[in-house]
């Protein structure tokens, strides 16, 4: 009995010192918690608090992962955590990851919770290649993670290297092209600034709507074989069916069995049947290594398998009551975007026209500060123009009285160029009158040289008759001579007084004739010389008048300068040089002069 006693006392003792909880580390996408765990509860019980504890609804999609050896197992729901093959450490870490994939993620994602965990764990997924994708979905992919992130784009708040820390592209991608850091952020940057005005969840499905049609996105990868020795085939399992790949090839499948065609799914240790819908098919059988894969494998078969089934069936009263209580926080959120674009609209509308009016007033500052000075330039101006217009008033009076002497001196000089003009017409007068009376003159000359031609010619004529009438005489003295000079007395006597009285008149004849032409060569010599005398007397007339003529000319460009100077100096200009035309004067002197010369 004591004994027994004892083993009761020790059993109770040992029931005391066993902790009743234990520490659990739920790792998120985003977030790490903790909780403090009961021995007795199921794997139920945690996800349910982590559900809560997120405030996710929408539970259906994932679980609570851990890492068994060298692979991963899910949290089975109706077992007790610590009755699984969990980890041993303290706290038991778990991941808090989607489990199964929606087919079409706008409709079936309903939380923004959901849709926002589900953002996280694919962008993941990309980033570490565990799904492929191209590198210019990457870019999109990338612009569409930053538009969640940063919001809008702001060329002032969003400089050059803010993207410096992201990792938004896979190393893959990076290393496939020579690009720098700043080329890709360039490029990420100009998709960047494509979405302005897109919301973060909105940013968030289109990333989820983009990579959803990527081959590997939710495909879960098993390494299989279809006999017992060679593993050259690999397992997909995702929301649509099952699909055989080659090793080397996770993008194309070789072969699919959708869930639809799926009549049956059974394993047996490592052997796993594919029963079709359609009897006339062969069955499919594979297997593989481990008996904790099957039961994973098996697990996702079920759960994708009863989530594609419930997809064609109507929704349940709270999937219902979660897509309208969704609807409306999406209007409700739409409205508050479109108050708060209204909002920052007006503010930035606000913000502009305060920086408007900072500057205008600014700028009233500064032409305020200009019209001062201005005002003090003006007034200093104002004194100089004050002693410039007393200055330019004397000026005034003086240039006036200038301008009246000028006048004068115009008006004299006018009556002078007058005076000036007469004498000049005198004198061109007097140049005529002296043309014609040379022009007289020659004619005279030539009628006198004319007629002494003609009495040369009669004193020529003369001297012959002269000469014959001596030759005559000769012959008749010679013929008439008597040889009785009785005879010559008597017969002859008459003859000889005819001849004689001839002679003697032909002797006064010559002899005037004589006279004459001694007279006429006189009166020519004296009218020769008097001619002479006249024309020089005439040449230093002409001469006199060119010379007069030359000093009135000089005369009147010398008043007419004075004049001209006068009137510049009158109306404040310099003067300039006068252009007066040459007269005809000079060359009708000069002309007449050569014609006159002897």
Known sequence: ?????????????????QPKTFKVKVITMDAEMEFSCEVKWKGKDLFDLVCRTV??????FFGLRYTVKDTYAWLKPEKRVLDQEVPKDSPITFHFLAKFFPEKVEEELV??????????????????????????????????????????????????????????????VLMQYQMTADMWEEKITAWYAEHR????????????????????????????????????????????????????????????????GIRNISYSEKEFTIKPLDKKKDVFKFYSSQLRVNKLILQLCIGNHDLFMRRRKVDSIEVQQMKAQAKEEKARKKVERQILAREKQMREEAERAKEEMERRLFQLQDEARLANEALLRSEETADLL?????????????????????????????VTAMKTKEEKRLMEQKMREAEQLAVKLVEQSERRSKEADHLKQDLTEAKDAERRAKQKLLEITKTTYPKNTMSYNKVDARHILNSFNSLSVLGLRLDFKD???????????????????????????????????????????????????LRSEARGFAPEPLYIPHSNVSMHTG????????
Not at 1 to 17: R, V
Not at 548 to 556: Q, T
Not at 591 to 598: H, M, Q, R, S
Request: glycine share 4%; charged share 30%; hydrophobic share 35%.
């Open 1 to 17: 009995l004591a004994g027994k006693l004892i083993l009761k006392m020790s059993i109770l003792g040992l029931k005391k010192k």
């Open 386 to 414: 004050a002693e410039k217009a007393q200055i330019a008033e004397e000026e005034a009076k003086l240039l006036a009285h200038k301008a009246a002497e000028a006048e004068q001196e115009r008006q004299r000089l006018e």
């Open 515 to 565: 006279s004459d032409m001694k007279r006429l060569s006189m009166e020519i010599e004296r009218e020769r010389l008097e001619y002479m005398e006249k024309s020089k007397h005439l040449q230093d007339q002409l001469k006199e008048l060119k010379s007069e003529i030359e000093s009135l000319k000089l005369e009147e460009q010398q008043q007419q300068a004075s004049l001209y100077s």
């Open 197 to 260: 005005g897109i919301a973060r969840d909105e940013a968030e499905m289109d990333y989820l709507k983009i990579a959803q049609d990527l081959e590997m996105y939710g495909v879960s990868y098993f390494a299989i074989t279809q006999n017992k020795r060679d593993t050259d085939l690999l397992l997909g399992v995702d929301a649509q069916g099952l699909h055989i790949y080659s090793p080397n090839s996770k993008l194309n499948p070789n072969k699919s069995f959708p869930w639809s």
């Open 111 to 172: 939380q923004e919770i959901t849709q926002h965990l589900f953002f996280l764990q694919v962008k993941k997924q990309i980033l570490d290649e565990e799904i492929f994708c191209s590198p210019e979905a990457s870019v999109l992919l990338a612009s569409y993670a930053v538009q969640a992130k940063y919001g809008d784009y702001d060329p002032n708040f969003h400089k050059p290297g803010f993207l410096a820390q992201d990792e938004l592209l896979p190393k893959r």
């Open 55 to 60: 405030g996710l609804r929408e539970t259906w």
């Open 591 to 598: 002309g007449l002069a050569t014609f006159l010369k002897p």
